[in-house]
């Protein structure tokens, strides 16, 4: 989780924002571009699981949460970038707004210097630890990954069906 939220308008060239940017890329019709492949692999974690454990932190019950490091994350929620296209890929042709957006253009692989510039590294897998939620503050994520993807693609596509409905 990040210390902003994310829209549409923060989802362009150069973001590391997964979602919004295939997401965009999916309302604009232009191709999905995987950063060497997709095939990283990352866990993802929506946000109301996210919400419920901040909350437990902040409220620091029996104050075990003091000088601890807590993640807060969804393991099991792993999957590659190019999974994650695919399943809003899937969830956008089954949308009952998707006749509003332009057809899908297909997948793009481009390297990560193009993309993100020179020098960039990614990891190529992160899985976060979340035994210190477990244990102290009696916290599990419990939402699923395809959930969360039809969730945040029906809030986008309502959202931009309306901004095109206003122009």
């Not at 990614?122 to 599990?140: C, F």
């Amino acid at each position: 989780m990040g210390p902003r939220l994310d829209n549409l308008n923060s989802a362009r060239i150069g973001s590391s924002r997964a979602i919004t940017q295939l997401i965009l890329n999916l309302v604009e019709g232009s191709p999905i571009k995987l950063v060497d492949g997709g095939e990283q692999k990352r866990c993802f974690t929506d946000i109301n699981d996210g919400i419920e454990a901040l909350f437990r932190i902040i409220e620091n019950r029996d104050n075990k949460c003091d000088g601890q490091i807590i993640n807060i994350g969804n393991p099991t929620n792993e999957a590659s970038i190019r999974e994650l296209a695919e399943m809003l890929l899937d969830c956008f042709e089954k949308h009952e707004l998707r006749g509003h957006f332009p057809p899908f253009a297909g997948f793009k692989k481009i390297e990560s210097s193009s993309y993100y510039g020179k020098g960039y590294q990614d990891v190529e897998h992160r899985k976060p630890s979340i035994k210190n939620a477990e244990r102290l503050l009696d916290w599990k994520p419990t939402i699923e990954t395809r959930q969360t993807v039809e969730e945040t693609l029906d809030f986008f596509l309502r959202g931009a069906v309306e901004e095109l409905g206003n122009k």
